[in-house]
């Protein structure tokens, strides 16, 4: 594969995990967390960074690129770690979407301010598994589709380096 065809799959997979993000929550009525939300965001930075990979084919920022492309993989495969984490209960989630959590915060305040609270807001548990297939969560087989990105990322980076 040339490195422009590399570059175009790590971004199409990128925008495919994201679709898919986007699938599950609005035709599957599936509410991401918060955990969720902040693996969507690298996804968007790489297909950001796929397309001026794409458009910028030489020089040192086409040498960059690339790189910042394996980094974005990396980031949301790391919060995919860290949420598989969450979610299997080997270590705390954030306080805002942690069950256990939630609840030591709630003992904070009065019935009416925590009736209030929970009114007002739909929360959506980070430490509870929404979907599974073959026992993976959505977030491990985010986590994996991202490494297999962020080796295309790197693939195409050092093609670039390798060219000057």
């Not at 969720?36 to 910028?56: D, E, F, K, S, W």
């Not at 807001?121 to 599974?132: G, R, Y």
């Not at 985010?142 to 670039?160: D, F, G, Q, T």
Request: charged share 10%.
């Amino acid at each position: 594969m040339t490195r422009a065809q590399l570059i175009a799959l790590a971004t199409l997979g990128s925008a495919a995990l994201l679709a898919g993000a986007f699938g599950f929550q609005y035709l599957g009525g599936l509410a991401p967390c918060h955990l969720c939300l902040l693996q969507r965001y690298p996804h968007a930075a790489a297909i950001a960074i796929g397309v001026l990979a794409l458009l910028i084919p030489t020089g040192l920022i086409a040498r960059l690129l690339p790189w910042a492309g394996a980094l974005a993989a990396l980031t949301t495969a790391g919060y995919g770690l860290y949420h598989t984490g969450v979610e299997q209960h080997w270590w705390l989630g954030p306080d805002t979407c942690t069950s256990g959590r939630i609840i030591d915060l709630t003992s904070k305040l009065s019935a009416k301010d925590l009736l209030a609270t929970l009114q007002a807001t739909d929360v959506v548990l980070c430490d509870k598994i929404a979907w599974s297939m073959f026992g993976v969560s959505m977030a491990s087989w985010n986590m994996l589709a991202s490494l297999v990105l962020a080796a295309i990322w790197v693939k195409a980076a050092r093609m670039a380096s390798d060219k000057g």
